[in-house]
């Protein structure tokens, strides 16, 4: 019998903690919650779930402190829940090992969405699909890892080495968002922080995959933090 995915709400708000529990509860989730940062470690520790939700204004702990402590001996993954506006605290989140983060007020399809990706990025999830998993698609977008080849509705996309990279590191992370310092460490190397080099190699990549450059299909930004590929075209 296939075992429920179990999801740690860390929530101190009754109202949003109610409808992310009746959320998780009709859709096949396995729910445990908290109001407590420390009871959110401990719970993590003594359960075991496969993902947390993490709201950052606990009112015993930093919500960010959690987050290091549980990196510390977890790659557990973590949705941050975290109010508009805070666009740095998101950033910081992700940086220090949060895998995805969802903005208050949320609906059912984006809450569903998030949890979807970041049990797909799980380790549970990522050792067994890992192995021979050497193509990427969505929409009419294809790239062969193997032989560093893009494709478009069938048509060869001539990319340079940079705009591949770039596109290799968000199609392997695909729904995820990656922040701007995330991207240009991983391409660029740990000494650079030269983010109109990634601006300028994001807008020729997308002007080369994407219909409309100006609203982008595949590539999506996350304003003030990153960017996030496409798993799905709606």
Not at 19 to 47: P, Q
Not at 162 to 190: F, M
């Amino acid at each position: 019998m296939e075992v429920k995915p179990l999801v740690l709400i860390v929530e101190d708000e009754d109202t949003i903690c109610n409808f992310m529990t009746a959320i998780l509860n009709s859709n096949g989730y396995r729910v445990l919650k908290t109001d407590s940062g420390e009871e959110g470690l401990a719970m993590t520790a003594s359960y075991a779930p496969d993902v947390v939700l993490l709201d950052l204004g606990l009112p015993d702990i930093d919500g960010i402190d959690v987050l290091k402590k549980l990196r510390k001996w977890t790659k557990t993954p973590v949705v941050v829940v975290s109010a508009r506006g805070q666009e740095q605290e998101k950033v910081e989140a992700l940086d220090l090992g949060a895998d995805d983060y969802i903005v208050k007020p949320f609906g059912t399809s984006e809450l569903l969405a998030r949890i979807r990706t970041a049990l797909r990025h799980s380790p549970k999830s990522m050792g067994a699909e890992s192995k021979g998993k050497d193509k990427f698609s969505v929409g009419n977008l294809e790239i062969d890892y193997g032989r560093r080849m893009v494709s478009l509705a069938g048509e060869k996309v001539h990319l340079t080495p940079v705009e591949y990279k770039i596109l290799a590191l968000l199609s392997k992370n695909a729904g995820k968002v990656l922040t701007h310092d995330y991207i240009i460490k991983e391409i660029w190397g740990p000494y650079s922080s030269d983010s109109h080099t990634l601006r300028v190699n994001m807008a020729n990549l997308r002007r080369k995959i994407e219909k409309n450059p100006g609203e982008p299909k595949y590539i999506l930004t996350e304003v003030g933090v990153g960017y996030r590929m496409s798993e799905e075209l709606t």
